[in-house]
Nanobody
Framework: QVQLVESGGGSVQAGGSLRLSCVASGSIFSINTMGWYRRAPGKQRELVAAITTGGSTNYLDSVKGRFTISRDNGKNTVYLQMNSLKPEDTAVYYC??????????????WGQGTQVTVSS
């Protein structure tokens, strides 16, 4: 059974920084994508950033230049460094681990979420 455990959320003033971490445990196919999603009150969940095992990344336009996603494949851990935070970044942030391809059975796991609150 694969589990994702997030940490690093909290409250910060606008302009501040937070670093989220997500550790995946269990039997994990080595080729995968790890990502961070968020859901703000009254809004749909959206992709914030994702990174493949090989290091390819993509970002939500509104966080480009402020957020950086990285991962440690040996530790099955993904990070999200969030700088210059804005009140509109306030949301529950979720970690996701997934794979869909021909090399293995597909999988899709989610963490429990961590709250990020940015005050003005």
């Amino acid at each position: 059974q694969v589990q994702l455990v997030e940490s690093g959320g909290g409250s910060v003033q606008a302009g501040g920084s937070l670093r989220l971490s997500c550790v995946a445990s269990g039997s994990i196919f080595s080729i995968n994508t790890m990502g961070w999603y968020r859901r703000a009150p009254g809004k749909q969940r959206e992709l914030v950033a994702a990174i493949t095992t090989g290091g390819s990344t993509n970002y939500l336009d509104s966080v480009k230049g402020r957020f950086t996603i990285s991962r440690d494949n040996g530790k099955n851990t993904v990070y999200l460094q969030m700088n210059s935070l804005k009140p509109e970044d306030t949301a529950v942030y979720y970690c996701r681990l997934y794979y869909s391809g021909s090399l293995s059975d597909g999988f899709d796991y989610w963490g429990q979420g961590t709250q990020v609150t940015v005050s003005s």
